[in-house]
């Protein structure tokens, strides 16, 4: 077997499969649908970006991915998530945590509140390595604690620190190493840089990028960021009100000759150009329906231009173009000659 | 940490002179004179005059005060208008039965509280988690004298297990200790459980699930020690409050306490004897504080690098 025949077959590999996930929110003042019949997969190395809104339900796919949705209320109510082709929403309490941290780990947003603040940095890296190699010993284990921290650029003697003597950008780092301790097969990345400034947040994608090409790591890259996919993603899907609007890989949904889902053109025209003239920035109208009472047909209706009467109920066309599919009517004509006018 | 200590031991100082001028001088409103006390009604006016002499009760109030603070550093708390006898010894005497009352009922008040507290938060809106509450509520709302009585009906009258009065082994603490641990007991399990639904929401705590670290694990060395802090305030100015306040206990089940002793104190008047205690437990509360402060530092590590700050 030569190198690139090697290499297609490891990168061909699935390591997460998503399929029709639906997962709510059993609430008092209601059933929040935060996740409708989402589907996706991730191959081996590869990184996906979630866009959206917030409250598109990005996190919540990724909690229900983990299995770390609120006890109480939150509830997987079908589908399926299969990790290496093994399904993960009929495994028990037990058998999660062993893949929790050791073959699936997950950065939160805010790297604030994310570490225990009456525990060192050192004592929080070693927890996670102790859970999962219980067969060794604290003396074992402390050396690849220096080795993480000094992976995510810091120090090795800082270990000793608590997380109220580091800077936000240094404790998401922390959390990285947290996360990459076992490295795990995937890694969720939950807007790891929306809390942080701008300078740090380059700094924290490139370190990000660097780590998961050394581990070949998976990455779910969960973000309103578009500047954040082009940087790092190869896939996207676009998240709209619980749903996936548009999925393809990240040249198809970057490329402005092809036919796109208003609510993907939406969020394009939102963000400003510096290359092209200035013009004005077009924010979508309209705020995100309420997961509670969702708008019959397609959810993006009241807030879309181009709305159509038959937009307003029943079941939306599904276009494909090989990897690059869209939910939208819009496609319907379109269908054959792959625009839409 | 210790510049931090010492810095606070030194402001006990002012904290505890203030204490003593306010008790010596409400004290000093309250009608009688020591001569009269001491030598009774029928003694001879001449006599008496000649006693509050004798112990200096004829000088202005700020020279007694000074007195009084020159004698207490040299521990001299003055001699019992009643018995004669130094007060230091009459309060030293009944300490031990104080802090035996006081430390038992916190230890079990302590030691129920949290674990109660604990599983009432980690099973939220269970079955557990009403019952308790509304034990608690209940436990916290019947004044302790009543308990206290119920008790004795119960173990003493009736069962009769336990013995329902006087001091000695620590068969006769049983029952006070835990009608005196009741209220407390309550008020630690809403603290705990209170504090511990706030720190279970946290960030942290998932991050910790999301390691794939266990359940009891996350809850008693992540979540725990997090929600300590209010948990170890009430422990502070419980445990402060004990060592004065339990009065109607002592009288309840005839243990000669400190408690007890003041009463009897006011009683009679024997101001020595109101003073010297009153003093004695403000020192022991503002101290239980600065050990409570302490104990924050040990438990936070933010709240410690603040102390060493300064």
Known sequence: ?341 | MSKYILKRLLTLIPTLLAVIFIVYFIMDLTPGDPGTLILGERASQEEIDAKNDELGYNRPLPVRYVNYVTDLVRGDMGNSWKSGRPVMGEIIARLPVTVTLAVGAILIGTVIGILVGILSAVKQYSFLDFSATAIAMALASFPGFWIGMMLILLFSLYLGWLPSFGGGDLKHYILPWITTACPFMASQMRMTRTSMLEVIRMDYIRTARAKGQRESKIIMQHALRNALLPVVTILGINFGGLLGGTVTIETVFTLPGVGSLIIEAIRTKDVPIVTGATVMLASFFAILMLVVDVLYAYIDPRIKSRYERK
Request: glycine share 8%.
């Open chain 1, 1 to 341: 077997m030569d190198h690139t025949t090697e290499n297609m077959i490891e990168n061909t590999e699935k390591i997460l499969e998503v399929e029709n996930l639906t997962a709510v929110y059993n609430t008092d003042a209601g059933v929040v649908h935060a996740v409708n019949g989402v589907s996706f997969s991730i191959n081996k190395k590869e990184t996906i970006g979630l866009v959206g809104e917030t409250g598109a339900g990005k996190t919540t796919t990724a909690l229900a991915i983990m299995q770390l949705l609120p006890e109480r209320t939150g509830e997987v109510k079908s589908g399926s998530i299969r990790y290496r082709g093994d399904e993960l929403l009929t495994k028990n309490k037990a058998e999660m945590r062993l893949i929790r941290g050791a073959c699936i780990s997950m950065i939160f947003q805010d790297p604030m509140t994310a570490l225990n603040p009456l525990m060192t940095v050192g004592e929080q890296i070693y927890e996670s390595l102790a859970i999962h190699n219980s067969n060794k010993t604290q003396k074992e284990l402390e050396p690849r604690v220096d080795e993480l921290l000094e992976l995510v650029g810091i120090p090795a003697r800082r270990k000793i620190n608590y997380p109220h003597e580091f800077s936000g950008g240094m404790k998401q780092r922390i959390v990285i190493a947290i996360a990459l301790a076992c490295e795990p097969l995937l890694l969720i990345a939950d807007e790891p840089t929306t809390a942080l400034d701008v300078t740090i947040q380059a700094q924290v994608l490139n370190l990000m990028d660097e780590l998961k090409q050394k581990l070949s790591t998976s990455m779910i890259m969960i973000t309103h960021d578009l500047g954040v996919v082009a940087q790092t993603c190869d896939k996207v899907a676009v998240m709209y009100a619980g749903e996936i609007v548009e999925y393809g890989m990240l040249e198809e949904i970057f490329d402005p000759k092809r036919p796109h889902h208003p609510y993907t053109i939406g969020l394009f025209n939102a963000i400003p150009s510096l290359t092209g003239e200035s013009r004005r920035l077009k924010p979508i109208d309209g705020l995100m329906p309420d997961p509670a009472n969702l708008p019959e047909g397609c959810r993006f209706h009241p807030r879309c231009q181009e709305c159509m009467e038959r937009c307003k109920s029943g079941e939306i066309y599904q276009y494909e173009n090989g990897t690059h599919k869209i939910k939208c009517n819009l496609m319907r004509k379109g269908e054959n000659d792959g625009r839409a006018d």
